[in-house]
């Protein structure tokens, strides 16, 4: 069974930066021992980047959302904490996204065929939620979960929302 876990933005800007929320610190921990275990199993470990030029607020997620963040090469935009540090580059395949979800994501996912896709990372009801729907179209017959111990969003009744919409969609959410 060829199995990839896939985080999802977990980047400084989201946890402590422009965007950042308590409690978005507490997923470090989990996320990073999750990592672990992958590696430990042989599985596959990739992340997404959300990335933005100086541009950003003449870009229409920027008109929405006012808030410089994640601009390329910037401290907020490097993974956060444990879990950055688990981050191998010549060994994880690592993607820039400049919107929610990546298309980039979902062709590069088809091509590698994998039977089971396990989500972590921020925002729970925007970019993870957003790259699970294109992981399932991608891959629809593979295995796609998202654990809501490893996830979580600013705001908790659109947090629980988010993980309401991906079990209907079939996805799985763990530790809920």
């Known amino acids: 069974m060829k199995r990839l876990l896939l985080v999802v933005d977990y980047q400084k800007d989201f946890v402590d930066g422009a965007l950042g929320f308590p409690g978005a610190e507490a997923l470090d921990g989990p996320i990073a021992a999750k990592i672990a275990a ?26 929405k959302l006012p808030v410089p963040h994640c601009l390329l090469n910037s401290e907020g935009w490097q993974l956060y904490g444990q ?14 996204k400049g919107a929610f979800p ?28 957003s790259n ?11 295995e796609i979960v998202v654990d809501a111990a490893c996830t979580a969003g600013p705001d908790p009744a659109l947090h ?17």
């Open 38 to 63: 992958c590696r430990a199993a042989g599985d596959d470990v990739a992340f997404t980047l959300d990335t933005h030029g100086p541009d950003y607020l003449d870009t229409q997620e920027g008109r």
């Open 83 to 96: 879990t950055g540090q688990a981050m191998e580059r010549s060994r994880d395949m690592v993607i820039g």
């Open 132 to 142: 699970a729907i294109m992981v399932k179209a991608a891959l629809p017959e593979a």
């Open 102 to 129: 990546s298309l980039w994501l979902a062709n590069w996912l088809k091509e590698q065929g994998y039977d089971r896709v396990e989500l972590a990372g921020l925002v729970s009801y925007l970019c993870v939620l």
């Open 160 to 176: 629980a929302k988010g993980l309401d919409v991906m079990e209907a969609l079939q996805i799985t959410v763990l530790n809920r």
